[in-house]
């Protein structure tokens, strides 16, 4: 059976850091809340987080009468959910093309096959696919298909459909694009658990070619969980005001939960020490620490304490920076291809998790 590797991965993020204006402006909605107050500083110190991109340029004030310097959130009365998506349709175009312009595809475009996006903050038709297409010179027989509304997981569902395809069709090339713009969705509420959502969440663009030219990381198997019961720990619904997300803090636990149960099936049987590399999505530092101490499927300190230093090394969405659903696993499998891309022994085992 055709194996396939993803070859190159490439990231973009938009040019604003605005995580310092937001937890000032998260301070300003707990400020006759003391409790809140020091539980949303608490955690957002705990979270190891630093940086937060976005397609808003940040208010000078943002403790003041507008988050941001243009005017789109101003306090008390957030835009509803067509103004969000018209800024979606504005900006997720260019992200996306900047992620793809640098894999530096050059000629390589129009041997393009397939186009594979992700994306559970914005939509729209004509809608990305045939944005890219166009901005990036893709050919015009390229087969398309969106995974939306997926969250923190589509990536992984997008490089398994990818990996399906190249074994169907050996001259196959995917190009998968994973996009979120998270900050159009931000809520003027003293919601402690919602706010601490927006904390973890940022604006950013993976891009990734899978082939079956045996460089890079070679994409062995897959494998699925469901663990019954925490259907309401994570939720995002389309609401009237931008999209509603519901995270928990339950996660952690019940990852651990799973991994305890599952961590045999996972790992196919293989030992733990047998696993060269980890790469996992960076949901918030809890659910890093959620497993060594418990030795969830026998991950021991020593394995993802060096994951957890290089997760706030990285320099882009992932690094010490909140997440983007969906993309943030493309940003770790980024390092992950470079370190293959460097050696020959592509068959050195490494796996991904994802909650």
């Known amino acids: 059976m055709?194996?396939?590797?993803?070859?190159r991965v490439a990231t973009a993020v938009p040019p604003y850091d605005v995580h310092d204006a937001f937890r000032r402006f998260a301070q300003s909605l707990f400020r006759h809340d003391r409790r809140n107050s020091l539980l949303f500083e608490r955690m957002a110190t705990k979270s190891g987080i630093e940086h937060r991109y976005s397609c808003f340029a940040p208010s000078n004030l943002p403790e003041g009468d507008c988050l941001d310097a243009e005017g789109f959130y101003p306090r008390?009365?957030?835009?509803?959910?067509?103004?969000?998506?018209?800024?979606?349709?504005?900006?997720?175009?260019a992200l996306a093309q900047a992620a793809v312009d640098r894999l530096q595809l050059g000629a390589e475009c129009d041997r393009i096959t397939h186009l594979l996006i992700t994306c559970c903050t914005g939509f729209s038709a004509p809608g990305l696919d045939l944005e890219l297409v166009e901005r990036c010179g893709l050919p015009s027989t390229i087969e398309r298909t969106m995974i939306g509304f997926m969250g923190c997981y589509a990536?992984?569902?997008?490089?398994?459909l990818a990996h399906h395809i190249v074994r169907?069709?050996?001259s196959a090339r995917v190009l998968i694009v994973n996009l979120e713009l998270c900050t159009l969705h931000l809520?003027?509420?003293?919601d402690l658990?919602?706010?601490?959502?927006?904390?973890?969440?940022g604006d950013g663009c993976a891009a990734s070619i899978v082939s079956a030219d045996p460089v890079g990381t070679a994409l062995?198997?897959?494998?699925?969980?469901?663990?019954?019961?925490t259907r309401e720990l994570i939720t995002w619904n389309i609401r009237e005001a931008g999209f509603d997300m519901v995270l928990s803090g339950g996660v952690p636990a019940a990852i651990h939960d799973g991994l305890q149960e599952h961590g045999n099936e996972i790992l196919a049987g293989a030992p733990v020490a047998s696993i060269d590399l980890w790469a996992v999505h960076p949901g918030g530092r809890t659910v890093l620490d959620a497993g060594?101490?418990?030795?969830?499927?026998?991950?021991v300190a020593r394995y993802l304490a060096p994951l957890w230093q290089h997760v706030v090394r990285d320099r882009h969405v992932c690094d010490r920076e909140a997440a983007a659903p969906g993309c943030a696993r493309s940003h770790r499998l980024r390092d992950v291809v470079r370190t293959r891309t460097d050696r020959r022994d592509h068959a050195v085992p490494h796996r991904g998790l994802t909650p």
């Open 2 to 7: 055709q194996t396939a590797y993803i070859n």
């Open 193 to 201: 658990e919602q706010v601490l959502s927006f904390l973890l969440f």
């Open 168 to 170: 169907s069709e050996a």
């Open 220 to 229: 062995d198997s897959f494998h699925a969980v469901l663990v019954p019961g």
């Open 155 to 160: 990536a992984m569902n997008a490089l398994k």
């Open 76 to 93: 008390g009365d957030f835009p509803d959910t067509a103004a969000r998506m018209r800024l979606f349709e504005q900006h997720a175009p």
């Open 292 to 299: 060594p101490p418990a030795g969830s499927i026998g991950i």
């Open 187 to 190: 809520k003027d509420t003293t």
